[in-house]
T-cell receptor
Framework: QKEVEQDPGPLSVPEGAIVSLNCTYS??????FMWYRQYSRKGPELLMY????GNKEDGRFTAQVDKSSKYISLFIRDSQPSDSATYLC?????????FGSGTKLNVKP | EAGVVQSPRYKIIEKKQPVAFWCNPI?????LYWYLQNLGQGPELLIR????????DSQLPKDRFSAERLKGVDSTLKIQPAELGDSAVYLC???????????FGPGTRLLVL
């Protein structure tokens, strides 16, 4: 079993939709949770990170962590075609990052 | 401020040939990571440096892979000899020590024929 599991998609939504992306994990020692966006043929770009459980909002993006369920989510409101990319969740333990396999999102105009 | 720089961006070689990748991290970032990313997968750590010291190389296939970070700045990752299964994207990232924020370069896309 991988430490971080993520549905690969692809996920296709119309412009303006609310998008929900999710990851589960097995290691209860993870304390930092991150979401990266990766455009085709580019390196991952950090979108948001949260520490421990709770919610964090940044513009159209909301990150949610539920440590009791070992489940994290990223919500994108009013999705735009420019949000079309692969979204990677990541978790950190002892200076080591563990990445999900990524969910490919396509926002149709 | 310049981001993480990697070169080359693309490399095509025949199997059994050597290949090297270069990374220049963001100025002042003492932690440097090399990751391997296969198609449809997330990055997997190969090696992590704190300054010039390799502090985590447990996932580096040492029979064919080597890395160095002289003077604690630039880093080079080498494969010798390359195998077909090494075809992937090699990503370099850097961060300030202990930070949760790591910045990735654009990657080097390697194709081994």
């Amino acid at each position: 079993q991988k430490e971080v599991e993520q549905d690969p998609g692809p996920l296709s939504v119309p412009e303006g939709a609310i998008v929900s992306l999710n990851c589960t994990y097995s290691n209860s020692a993870f304390q930092y949770f991150m979401w990266y966006r990766q455009y085709s043929r580019k390196g991952p770009e950090l979108l948001m990170y949260t520490y421990s459980s709770g919610n964090k909002e940044d513009g159209r993006f909301t990150a949610q962590v539920d440590k009791s369920s070992k489940y994290i989510s990223l919500f994108i409101r009013d999705s735009q075609p420019s949000d079309s990319a692969t979204y990677l969740c990541a978790m950190k333990n002892f200076n080591k990052f563990y990445f999900g396999s990524g969910t490919k999102l396509n926002v149709k105009p | 401020e310049a981001g993480v720089v990697q070169s080359p961006r693309y490399k095509i070689i025949e199997k059994k040939q050597p290949v090297a990748f270069w990374c220049n991290p963001i100025s002042g970032h003492n932690t440097l990571y090399w990751y391997l990313q296969n198609l449809g997968q997330g990055p997997e750590l190969l090696i992590r440096y704190e300054n010039e010291e390799a502090v985590d190389d447990s996932q580096l296939p040492k029979d064919r892979f080597s890395a160095e970070r002289l003077k604690g700045v630039d880093s080079t990752l080498k494969i010798q000899p390359a195998e077909l299964g090494d075809s992937a994207v090699y990503l370099c990232a850097s961060s300030e020590g202990g930070s949760e924020t790591q910045y990735f370069g654009p990657g080097t896309r390697l194709l081994v024929l």
